[in-house]
């Protein structure tokens, strides 16, 4: 999605080698206007699928997954990621690690949300190592659900989540994926060069 | 609003006299055309003020805001809730006990997406002893930006945040307020009866 692509390079922050800082328009102000495009470009990718349910996990994801719905006119679920006294159901449940911050959290949806009658399209913000991912497609086998596809709009195409995901089987779009990067200059996948992203 | 309140009447699971469980449509399963209502309903009660910033909370103010602000054509900022690798640029933040969890946190906002020139609304989809909307009104006085108003999906109006912000002289607009509730019935405030609340 070239719009995204020169916006990450316009915009984003390079932490060393493994953070991307996207705070500008997707993890800290929303730029709710552009992630409508991006919800449309999803749509695009997945549309002709029924989906039911937009699946994605609290907190970075749910922006993106609320302005994808609209165009699947389907709810979403985002899943907890903490115990809560507010969380008392049953619930499908996945242990996920975080690279990011160095630790184990369980992410829970509740089973009055998920059945077997559902076609799951799960929403993130990033795709890296993807154990993220993961525990999210970890609860819709738990539910018995069925899994379209998931969405993701930016990959790190240098971690090994994205790759692990396409060779399982699972139908992965990711809307601009980096093969590399460094604190001077970020290099999308496929060769592309800076004049790809021109506006 | 009368479909929030005839919603919450049939959707909502009240525990104790405290937890109120709207997860069917707001915090975890996000009705998003439902939302968008709620946005709609927001803008007719801000919507002439020069709103340049929608402020909320990480995580479940983060759908309310994002469904509301495509109504004011404005950005979306999330606070975010703990110290994070990827929130290294210098902070506004403010400290918030959370009562439903029974723990202090820190709640940042980059000083890169508000300053005196902003005129912020903060949308959150509770308020109950108002500690948040509180911090995140420190964190827009720090910035020196304009305070709008504070837009509230459910208020608990037997607690006492609501009165506090609104004698402090903070135009707060809460959709629905609840004067009591039980596990058996909620009460709205000004004596609404049940046949209020109709389809």
Request: aromatic share 8%; net charge negative.
């Amino acid at each position: 999605m070239k719009r995204l692509k020169r916006r990450i390079l316009d915009e984003a922050t390079v932490i060393g080698t493994d953070i991307l800082k996207v705070d500008n328009f997707l993890n800290h102000q929303v730029d709710v206007e552009f992630l409508t495009e991006i919800g449309a470009e999803f749509y695009k990718r997945f549309g002709p699928e029924q989906v039911t349910k937009i699946l994605t996990v609290e907190s970075s994801g749910i922006a993106v997954a609320c302005m994808t719905a609209p165009f699947f006119k389907t709810p979403v679920i985002f899943a907890k990621k903490v115990e809560s006294r507010n969380l008392v159901d049953d619930t499908y449940s996945s242990e996920v690690y975080s690279y990011t911050r160095d630790k184990t959290y369980r992410i829970h949806v509740s089973r009055n949300y998920l059945s077997a009658h559902d076609k799951v399209l799960i929403i993130d913000d990033f795709l890296a190592n993807g154990k993220a991912a993961q525990g999210l497609i970890d609860i819709v086998n738990q539910a018995g659900a069925d899994l379209v596809g998931v969405g993701i709009v930016i990959e790190k195409g240098f971690q090994e989540g994205g790759n692990q995901l396409r060779l399982s089987g699972v139908k992965l779009e990711s809307l601009a994926i980096i093969a590399d990067m460094n604190e001077n200059r970020i290099i999308f996948q496929n060769g592309d060069t800076d004049a790809d992203y021109a506006d």
